[in-house]
């Protein structure tokens, strides 16, 4: 069966401190992968998603980048933390038929 | 770009009281996910709904898509305090079926 590991579950981080979260999936082969962040409130903002290895695509411009090194995992990074980047980061998967797509647990990052 | 407009925003039931929480697209629908979250944790996936007037049952969720209208509606029968949570819809982008979009959230409080 499918399974996403995403960690760490929580992180508190200074202010110019770089970032790394990484997001592996297991069971499935050329998912399309997922970043998201999730502020105070409910709504889920796409940060990047990727289709491929090394094809990122980056939907809000800011402090945070993406890699896809290898077909199951997803890495977000920073080089300098801003406290704007504070939230609730998620990693998800979608499979080639698209008829699920899976969430992992979640990071919740706290710039200091 | 396309956009999810989920209501009501939260909604607070008496258990044992039926529910429907509507997801509307501003753009044609290809499909659509239904998630549960509860606060600080991942997204667990419903269902996902793929062709007009399809219906489908989780436990006691059913999650019918609408194309012509846009729209998907979930529908919550005999609520139970278990069923706590934000519901968020999500679905492939019109033009970019690669992005997922998500809605903003219901919030749902089932008291006793």
């Known amino acids: 069966s499918q399974t996403i590991h995403q960690w760490p579950a929580t992180l508190v981080q200074p202010v110019g401190s770089p970032l790394s979260l990484e997001c592996t999936v297991e069971?499935?082969?050329?998912?399309?992968l997922y970043w998201y962040r999730q502020a105070a409130g409910r709504g889920l903002q796409l940060l990047f998603y990727?289709?491929?290895?090394?094809?990122i695509s980056s939907e809000v411009p800011q402090n945070l980048s993406a890699s896809r090194p290898q077909d199951r995992q997803f890495i977000l990074s920073s080089k300098k933390l801003l406290l704007s980047d504070s939230g609730f980061y998620l990693c998800?998967?979608?499979?080639?038929?698209?008829?699920?797509?899976?969430f992992g647990q979640g990071t919740r990052l706290t710039v200091v | 770009s396309q956009e999810l407009e989920q209501s009501p925003q939260s909604l607070i039931v008496q258990e044992g009281k039926n529910l429907t929480i509507n997801c509307t697209s501003s753009?044609?629908?290809?499909?659509l996910y239904w998630y549960k979250q509860k606060y600080g944790e991942g997204l667990i996936f419903l269902m996902m709904?793929?062709?007009?007037?399809e219906e489908k049952s989780h436990e006691k969720i059913t999650a019918k898509l609408d194309e012509k209208k846009q729209q998907s509606s979930l529908h919550i029968t005999a609520s139970q305090p278990s069923h706590a949570g934000i519901y968020l819809c999500?679905?492939?982008?019109?033009?970019?079926?690669?992005?997922?979009?998500f809605g903003t959230g219901t919030r749902l409080q089932v008291t006793l």
């Open positions: 990727s289709v491929g290895i090394g094809q």
């Open positions: 069971g499935t082969s050329n998912p399309n």
């Open positions: 709904l793929q062709k007009g007037g």
């Open positions: 753009k044609t629908l290809y499909g």
């Open positions: 998800a998967w979608r499979g080639a038929a698209w008829t699920e797509a899976f």
């Open positions: 999500g679905a492939p982008n019109t033009g970019t079926a690669s992005k997922l979009t």
